[in-house]
T-cell receptor, first 111, second 114 residues
Framework: NAGVTQTPKFRVLKTGQSMTLLCAQD?????MYWYRQDPGMGLRLIHY???????AKGEVPDGYNVSRLKKQNFLLGLESAAPSQTSVYFC??????????FGQGTRLTVV | AQSVTQPDIHITVSEGASLELRCNYS??????LFWYVQSPGQGLQLLLK??????LVQGIKGFEAEFKRSQSSFNLRKPSVHWSDAAEYFC????????????FGTGTLLAVQP
């Protein structure tokens, strides 16, 4: 019963480094999302995908890129990390007319 | 643009007391509405959802919420709070009348006193 799995769970980056966060879901969901969570700001949508091969910008897309080459995977990339990208990142997936199912989160610190 | 407002940042209640967490949304038509709960260091778990039909929705862990179109509200309630309910609660609305993009409120942190 894996659901939505995020890797890694924790990561520390130096400013300017790059990294990719991986999200995998085993529920055959069409839609996938990346959110960031910061204190007092709730969850803000970074990018989302409505199907394999599609991506779209959310509320706070700057500094991030995404790819959805396979239906079950949604990758979030940071090309040049900045301290402002220190956050907890959540991946989620859903089908039409269902709720979103969330992963356990990735805590990223950029120093 | 759609938005969700949770006016209470932090609420403290005594164990056994009743609870109401407020949520107001802005959207022209009938929205899809959700309440999620997040325990410390964990992901988000769905408590309940409203898509259509009966405006009083029952969820898990004894929670319920009522959709009031006239007030653009979807408040979460529980008649008797348990210490294990201490967590952060998020209200969300499906953007553009769909479920494929959720907009979240800023959350309400619930503390439970013995």
């Amino acid at each position: 019963n894996a659901g939505v799995t995020q890797t890694p769970k924790f990561r520390v980056l130096k400013t300017g480094q790059s990294m990719t966060l991986l999200c995998a879901q085993d529920m055959n969901h069409e839609y996938m999302y990346w959110y960031r969570q910061d204190p007092g700001m709730g969850l803000r949508l970074i990018h989302y995908s409505v199907g394999e091969g599609t991506t779209a910008k959310g509320e706070v897309p700057d500094g991030y890129n995404v790819s959805r080459l396979k239906k079950q995977n949604f990758l979030l990339g940071l090309e040049s990390a900045a301290p402002s990208q220190t956050s907890v990142y959540f991946c989620a997936s859903s089908s039409e007319y269902t709720e979103a199912f969330f992963g356990q989160g990735t805590r990223l610190t950029v120093v | 643009a759609q938005s969700v407002t949770q006016p209470d940042i932090h609420i403290t209640v005594s164990e056994g007391a009743s609870l109401e967490l407020r949520c107001n949304y802005s959207y022209g038509a009938t929205p899809y509405l959700f309440w999620y709960v997040q325990s410390p260091g964990q992901g988000l778990q769905l408590l309940l959802k409203y898509f259509s039909g009966d405006t009083l929705v029952q969820g898990i862990k004894g929670f319920e919420a009522e959709f009031k179109r006239s007030q653009s509200s979807f408040n979460l309630r529980k008649p008797s709070v348990h210490w294990s309910d201490a967590a952060e609660y998020f209200c969300a609305v499906g953007a553009n009348g769909a479920t494929n993009k959720l907009i979240f409120g800023t959350g309400t942190l619930l503390a439970v006193q013995p």
